[in-house]
């Protein structure tokens, strides 16, 4: 950035971050995987908000799309599977400085982790929850997943799994204190993005759902709404998405909904056909723990250093006290 007289007024930690300072290791997802598509449109959300890499940090569990926090040039934990809400809540109690993203894969969230999903939920820390959910447990080569189709033929449902998906928006939206759900799919970059920011903007537990294609594993699955436009159902509102002229003129199946309005967002939710995209519901006004906890300040240094040498304390040998006995508090 320059000023008047063509000078220089960033001091170099301040300087403009291009897509490619937030890229990390070489991508190894398959070639069309969804996440692609997610990484490019959280890079670019990343250099639109010029977010510090040393404040941002990504939390994933296990998985395919568990590989995220590697492709980011930024503070990453690859968690335990299942775990990654857990993790991603004490780094938000432990540095409310730093933006927290979750990634998720639909088993990773809503079977291994479907009960820190909920609480996570419940708790409504300012956390904004990524969930790829390509309908199987893509890593390990073909599992059903809670979200697997019914009749879908994998290798732990050989004949076809018999029970229906469980809907991951329904179940969101019926937790107590939930504050913002939304649904992109990986193939409509514009709205992809788009959401993934107001998901970011949103103080509170954002819960993103992304329906994400895996051509490994199921590469047929989503071809009919890909082929028929009219199968995507785009929610407008002066709140929510805006939509470019393009953009409109190929969706044509739209429909206003007021992200307030959760009765609404619930009905929406359970649409059969149609993906409904855009965001669902959004109510800033729901208390935070942190909040609630008075927990918004990070902890000063000599608190923490004080209690570091509490605990080394504990078990330091101390050798007037009797040799080498150990002091065990
Ligand atoms: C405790 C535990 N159980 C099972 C596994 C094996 N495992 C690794 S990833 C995975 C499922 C991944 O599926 P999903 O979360 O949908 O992510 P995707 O790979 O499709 O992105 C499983 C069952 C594990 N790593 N740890
Ligand atoms: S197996 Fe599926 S989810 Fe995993 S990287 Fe390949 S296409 Fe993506």
């Not at 400085?97 to 996570?120: E, K, M, Q």
């Not at 409509?188 to 959401?195: A, V």
């Not at 959004?282 to 000063?300: C, I, K, S, T």
Request: net charge negative; glycine share 8%; aromatic share 8%.
């Amino acid at each position: 950035m320059f000023g008047l007289n063509n000078e220089c007024v960033l001091t170099p930690d301040q300087e403009y971050k291009t897509m490619e300072d937030y890229q990390g290791r070489p991508v190894r997802w398959c070639p069309g995987c969804g996440d692609n598509g997610i990484l490019t449109a959280v890079q670019r959300l990343c250099r639109d908000e010029q977010l510090p890499p040393e404040k941002t940090v990504f939390v994933s569990g296990i998985g395919c799309a568990a590989r995220f926090p590697h492709y980011m040039n930024t503070y990453g934990f690859h968690g335990i599977h299942g775990r990654a809400l857990p993790i991603a809540e004490g780094v938000r109690m432990a540095r409310p400085d730093l933006d927290v993203f979750v990634n998720t894969g639909d088993g990773d969230c809503c079977s291994i982790g479907a009960a820190h999903w909920i609480h996570a939920i419940r708790y409504n820390m300012n956390l904004t929850a990524i969930l790829h959910d390509n309908h199987v447990y893509g890593l390990t080569k073909k599992q059903a997943s809670p979200t697997s189709p019914r009749g879908l033929k994998s290798n732990t449902t050989p004949r076809g799994s018999t029970l229906e998906a469980l809907n991951p928006l329904t179940v969101t939206l019926g937790v107590t204190n939930v504050s913002f759900v939304a649904q992109a799919v990986d193939w409509i970059p514009e709205l992809l993005y788009d959401i993934l920011r107001q998901a970011y903007l949103h103080r509170g537990f954002s819960f993103v759902r992304i329906i994400q294609r895996c051509p490994e594993f199921l590469p047929k699955m989503l071809e009919p709404w890909l082929q028929d436009p009219s199968k995507t159902l785009l929610l407008t509102h002066e709140d929510g998405l805006s939509l470019s002229p393009d953009l409109a003129r190929i969706y044509k199946n739209q429909r206003e909904h007021d992200p307030l309005d959760i009765d609404r967002a619930r009905e929406i939710a359970t649409s059969v056909d149609v993906i409904p995209v855009g965001i669902l519901y959004r109510n800033p006004d729901v208390p935070r723990y942190e909040e609630l906890r008075g927990a918004g300040q990070a902890r000063p240094a000599e608190r923490i250093r004080a209690g570091l040498e509490a605990e080394l304390d504990r078990f330091t040998v101390w050798p007037d006290e009797g040799g080498d006995e150990q002091r065990v508090a």
